[in-house]
């Protein structure tokens, strides 16, 4: 069975009630759609083609003397139609440039800043999810002894940028054995990137352990414990978490108190926001859609930020599904490509 083709008018008459509704936040009724046409047309008429989205899945009627609201589905429609408009050709967005060059040595202080302009920009929560240490290829890296069970890994990447980590082992390790890893990763891979000396060592291990064989267990043991970290944990940046608690006319507070709490176990939602990340420019995630009850009032707006045609990590935007899509599509676009040419020209 074919779906139904909207026609030009239903287009714009759902546009016009999605607008409105993103708006005022009420059901939208049909005088006031008739009344925003162009071109006159009867609130009978507006009222039928209301009917008839009603049906098709794009409004709901919450009350039978109420007017309509859009639906998960209208919303959707109503973005994916917007893309084109507010992406293409690109829109000038006047960003605080310094923000992103005032801490550009730090690669966590760059994605922080950068999660704080999101927020403020949009007045919503704005976050930056930071790559995984073993997939940023590396100018120079070195192993440091924290404590008996943490050891920092300090990686300059390629694009001139310091990224730390903390890695907790049960595995002892001696300053020096940690020296010597680094000595050798530095040697025999720079340019590369921790995922790949793993790879390489293990599928090697015979070879490298005649030549290494001081170090080579060590090196071994010590990067798996740094993947089976980064499995459990994504580093995240997320800014203006109250400005969402200034929108309870937005939100059902007790499905809001349940984000705030995927907010403060940042390695859930982490995995949440690495689950979904994108190759396309922008990608609009909006209540239902991100199949987790407790956000269904929510929008997920995010794009990829990267170097060299490698993705690095996402960033976007989360905000209730009464969010100015018009805005803050084109926002997230620009801060993204903001982001990848400045780590791109930090070389």
Do not use: W
Not at 212 to 229: H, P
């Amino acid at each position: 069975m074919k779906k139904p083709i909207l026609r030009e008018k239903d287009v714009h008459i759902l546009n016009l009630i999605v607008e409105t509704y993103l708006k005022v936040g009420k059901p939208v009724s049909s005088g006031h759609i008739s009344h925003k046409m162009k071109i006159p047309v009867s609130s009978a008429t507006v009222r039928n083609i209301m009917v008839k989205l009603e049906k098709l899945g794009y409004l709901d009627q919450p009350h039978t003397s109420a007017g309509r609201m859009p639906t998960d589905k209208g919303l959707r429609f109503y973005v994916n139609n917007l893309f084109e408009e507010v992406i293409y050709p690109d829109k000038s967005i006047d960003l605080p440039t310094e923000e992103f060059y005032r801490k550009r040595g730090d690669f966590n202080s760059l994605l922080d800043n950068v999660s704080h302009i999101l927020s403020e920009y949009s007045d919503n929560l704005g976050f930056v999810l930071s790559p995984r240490v073993s997939t940023v290829n590396f100018r120079h890296l070195r192993f440091i002894k924290v404590s008996e069970e943490k050891i920092m890994v300090i990686l300059i990447t390629t694009f001139n940028l310091v990224l730390t980590e903390i890695v907790e082992t049960k595995n002892y390790f001696t300053q020096v054995e940690l020296d010597r890893a680094s000595h050798y990763i530095n040697e025999n891979f720079r340019g590369k990137n921790l995922q790949f000396v793993r790879d390489l060592l293990l599928r090697e291990i015979p070879a490298y352990k005649m030549r290494y064989e001081r170090i080579i267990q060590s090196l071994i043991t010590l990067l798996k414990t740094c993947f089976l970290q980064e499995e459990k944990d994504n580093q995240i940046f997320i800014q203006g978490t109250s400005k969402l608690l200034e929108k309870p006319d937005l939100f059902d507070m007790s499905r809001l108190k349940s984000l705030f709490q995927r907010f403060e176990e940042k390695a859930r939602l982490a995995k949440l926001l690495s689950d979904v990340i994108s190759l396309d420019r922008v990608k609009v995630l909006i209540g239902t859609e991100l199949s987790l009850p407790d956000i269904s009032d929510c929008s997920l707006i995010l794009s990829h930020y990267g170097y060299d045609r490698q993705v690095l990590g996402s960033l976007g935007i989360i905000g209730p599904k009464r969010i100015p899509y018009r805005r803050i599509i084109p926002l997230v676009d620009c801060v993204a490509k903001k982001l990848s040419e400045t780590i791109s020209f930090s070389q």
